[in-house]
């Protein structure tokens, strides 16, 4: 490692080293189940090419290298627990060009850098599909496929990817495109990379998008919030309220994201936040509302708390100004440890429908009697798909679950690190009611992954029947297996790995307790004010 940081520094490539208050900075994470995690150093290139002097050193002297474009993977993937924390964050160059209608952006960026350069423009009526939250990184959200809240209207944010620069495991700089013949090997990355590039085929270092014009003519865009706590809780009534919700046909330019709360920090009851985006008027909002929503104490609220707007005032009111406010919640002041797992959904069955509403009611049930008391949370949030992003076959890109209507995903999320063992048990019981109700009993979604899938289903349940033809494209551009980690593609022959626990009960404290020996075990303080802030930071000493 030392001569490889040797290198880098020679090349004026940036490298953070334990000890420097710029490495805390750069490994911080608001999770704290990742809150002992050490890379031996955080390498932040500036371009293309100090990338691929990256790639070449780490792979010369058999380094590890942990990919990060902002962070935000909810299992931890571009958290580095050893070896390099590759930090792409310094690239975020935008090149938005309105006369080809693309924007091009470096892999660093944040969708709140790109949906910056429509807004300064002014371009209202136009929208790049990338994802609801502007601190989410462009690669990893379009790498997965990505779901935005315009998804339904132009297709997953993957099926925008005009095209891509990657450098491969052998250093290389490869740029593949929507054109490229599809049976070339140029033409098969670029349909492994659309759904199952993060991390598997290579470092993506830019990508040009398709920019999508709104249907209606005044580039209004009709968005709203709205927290409903039913009255009497969830009764019969306000269940079957939501079954109605969820088998509706609602049109393609209208997205209804949902989330189920029960947040015991909080003196409220269950209730469930509707998040809306439509691309049109709001009174042809409304006639959609009164079509598939009866209840009263729902349909009222869901048509007065929207405002219409300018795309580019929505980009900035709805996206970006969560952003500026999301900027600190990049590093862990809020001290919370969490655990996700995703399901995904269809809606053409209202019995299969109805099966997991009353699941996730009685779910909720058993989780505030259990932890009455504790600073506990458990949300439910079903992401709206369907519609466009449906329109092409399961094989078209490697993206496989285009049937899904609902991705589906679980957070449970405490505050003492002695609940870790509890929260994982309730986590696998939800596992274990609402598994066999996604598609094909095993379907996930890659970009709310479940680090705790066990390496014999993982690719199965991200990737479907494209697993085989994913494993061929490996072998192509990483016959050496460079890009190695958990939940990553293997090759043709590879082993499964041995049986491991499905649910991910038996793994309390292993992360921590496996972090701390791995970077912590020969710890020497040299500085005893900066070790305190260090733990501090993770959560340590406000509250014992």
């Not at 002014?122 to 790049?128: A, L, M, N, S, Y």
């Not at 140029?186 to 998008?209: C, P, T, Y």
């Not at 957070?411 to 066999?436: G, H, Q, S």
């Amino acid at each position: 490692m030392e001569e490889a940081v040797k290198v880098f520094k020679s090349l004026d490539i940036t490298v953070l080293e334990p000890g420097q208050a710029e490495y805390r900075r750069a490994i911080a994470t608001s999770n704290l189940l990742f809150r002992f995690s050490r890379p031996d150093c955080v390498v932040r290139p500036k371009n293309a090419i100090q990338v691929q002097t990256i790639i070449r050193e780490a792979r010369s002297k058999s380094i590890n290298v942990t990919i990060k474009c902002n962070g935000h993977s909810y299992a931890g993937h571009s958290t580095a627990f050893s070896g390099i924390s590759l930090d792409l964050r310094g690239m975020k160059d935008v090149r938005l060009d309105m006369d080809s209608k693309t924007v091009t952006m470096d892999a660093g960026c944040q969708w709140g850098n790109v949906y910056e350069t429509l807004i300064s423009g002014r371009h209202d009526k136009f929208i790049i599909n990338g994802g609801r939250c502007p601190t989410v990184g462009v690669s990893g959200f379009i790498l997965g496929g990505g779901l935005g809240p315009f998804s339904r209207s132009f297709g997953m944010g993957s099926d925008t990817l005009l095209e891509a620069t990657l450098v491969t495991a052998n250093g290389d700089l490869v740029t593949v495109k929507k054109t490229d013949d599809k049976i070339s090997k140029e033409g098969r990355l670029f349909w492994a990379i659309r759904g199952a590039g993060g991390g598997n085929f290579g470092v993506l270092v830019q990508m040009k998008l398709k920019v999508q014009e709104l249907s209606n003519q005044y580039g209004m865009v009709v968005a709203g919030r709205y927290q409903w706590f039913p009255q009497d809780g969830f009764t019969d009534e306000v269940i079957a309220t939501m079954d109605d919700f969820y088998v509706a046909k609602w049109p393609n330019k209208l997205t209804i994201d949902t989330t189920w709360i029960c947040d015991l920090r909080q003196n409220t009851p269950d209730g469930i936040r509707f998040n809306v985006t439509f691309d049109g008027s709001k009174d042809e909002y409304a006639r959609w509302i009164d079509k598939y929503i009866r209840h009263p104490q729902l349909k009222e609220p869901l048509k007065r708390r929207v405002l219409p707007e300018k795309s580019t005032r929505f980009l900035y009111e709805t996206l970006v100004a969560q952003w500026l406010e999301e900027t600190e919640r990049a590093y862990p002041t809020n001290k919370t440890y969490e655990l996700y797992s995703s399901f995904v959904f269809k809606n053409n069955d209202r019995a299969a429908i109805s099966k997991v509403t009353r699941i996730i009611r009685n779910l909720m049930t058993v989780f505030r009697q259990d932890f009455r008391g504790e600073q506990v949370n458990f949300l439910v949030t079903w992401i709206h798909s369907g519609g466009k992003a449906a329109s092409e076959k399961p094989t078209e890109s490697a993206f496989f679950w285009r049937e899904a209507v609902f991705h589906t995903y679980i957070t449970v999320e405490w505050v003492d690190k002695w609940m870790e063992r509890d929260m994982r048990l309730f986590l696998a019981k939800v596992k274990r009611e609402l598994r066999p109700l996604s598609l094909n009993g095993t379907a996930a979604f890659i970009n709310f992954p479940d680090r705790d899938f066990p390496t014999q289903f993982h690719e199965k349940a991200y990737f479907g029947d494209n697993r085989d033809e994913l494993r061929r494209v490996k072998q192509l551009w990483d016959p050496d297996y460079f890009f190695r980690w958990a939940q990553g593609v293997r090759r043709p022959g590879d082993p499964d790995g041995v049986f491991e626990d499905m649910d991910g009960e038996d793994k309390t404290d292993q992360l921590a307790s496996e972090q701390w020996a791995r970077s912590w075990k020969y710890y020497e303080s040299k500085d005893i004010q900066e070790d305190l802030e260090d733990l501090a930071d993770l959560g340590y000493g406000e509250d014992e």
